[in-house]
């Protein structure tokens, strides 16, 4: 299968020890792997200003407006802000290069944000459970109709960095990302769904009291349920599962189309934050020199690391091909 000539790839970075501790790369990889970063920092911040906003206009709407279920919503917007920095700073730490201490990078800190997500949506869902169960056991006050406009004004403004969050998370393949994505929408569901019973809440007669604090439990239920969710997702990545298939068939293909590789004996891809990791086996000629084939091996990785900018490195061994195989 035909191809075209792979760009030359730079220099590798040395340490102060002449230690290589960068793979090579072309200028082009370089500048695409770093708009990735750029671009997952931008959401993350995005997301920031929104639940920053919408912390204060709950916090203050549910304190004037008496509503029990916009102040629970505030509550966790402050967990929102609160894992938007953690997401932000995970993905600083995240693009560092490898050094002594590191040599894989620190790419799974965007990763770990992505846990520390889910554990305080799940954890900050149950602490507003029990605040909310608690004051089942007071006076309670039916809100205004006026809490109700502003969980709906929320709602549409939850669901619009859901959408663009979610955009960004999926097109980068990002744990963190798609963790505050889910966080936003189910905002959005839980603002929404304050707002309807907020709004029904006049025309049920006695039990217009309780709407608000049934309201609010819905909510913590929905959060605890993403939580989990993006926990269970982001814990596969850690233990370093096979990344999709769709990567390890385009790593296979780039591989094959390298002259005089014969075959691919092993492919362990693994995803590390917003990059990956491989661990290639290749099989050339038998009868060729070890410094033939070890040529032929750093060709693979430098294609690889060309055509694939978002790999972070390539592990590659040569194994020797018979006819007889």
Sequence with gaps: M???????????QNDSSGVSVSPPRDEASIA?????????????????????????????????????????????SIGDVTSSLAVRMSLHVAERDEDDDHPYGHTKAESI??????????FGAGLLAIETLSRLSGPLRTPTVFAGVVAAICCVVKEVAYQYTARVARRLDSSALQATAWDHR??????????????????????????????????????????FKIFRTTARELMDQQADAETVNQVRRYASEVDQVREIEKLRVRKSGLEFFIEIHVQVDGTLTVDQGHRIGHEVKD?????????RD????????HATE
């Excluded at 035909?2 to 590798?12: E, Y």
């Excluded at 931008?42 to 709407?61: D, E, I, P, S």
């Excluded at 294609?303 to 790999?311: A, E, G, N």
């Excluded at 390539?314 to 091909?321: C, D, I, M, S």
């Design 113 to 122: 944000a992505g846990i520390c997500v889910s554990l305080m949506v799940v």
């Design 32 to 76: 695409i792997r770093d708009r990735v970063y750029v671009d997952a920092k931008r959401a993350a911040l995005w997301g920031l200003g929104v639940n920053v906003v919408l912390m204060l206009a709950k916090l203050v709407g549910g304190f004037l407006l008496h509503s029990a279920a916009l102040i629970a919503d505030a509550v966790n």
């Design 314 to 321: 390539v592990h590659l061994h040569v194994e020797p091909w």
């Design 2 to 12: 035909s191809s075209a000539s792979p760009v030359p790839p730079c220099p590798p």
């Design 186 to 227: 189910s905002d959005a569901f839980a603002s929404g769904a304050i707002a309807v019973s907020l709004f029904a809440a006049p025309q049920l007669g006695w039990f217009a009291v309780y709407v608000d604090p049934i309201a609010a439990l819905c909510v913590c239920v929905l959060l605890i349920y993403t939580g």
């Design 303 to 311: 294609r690889l690391l060309t055509k694939m900018p978002r790999v």
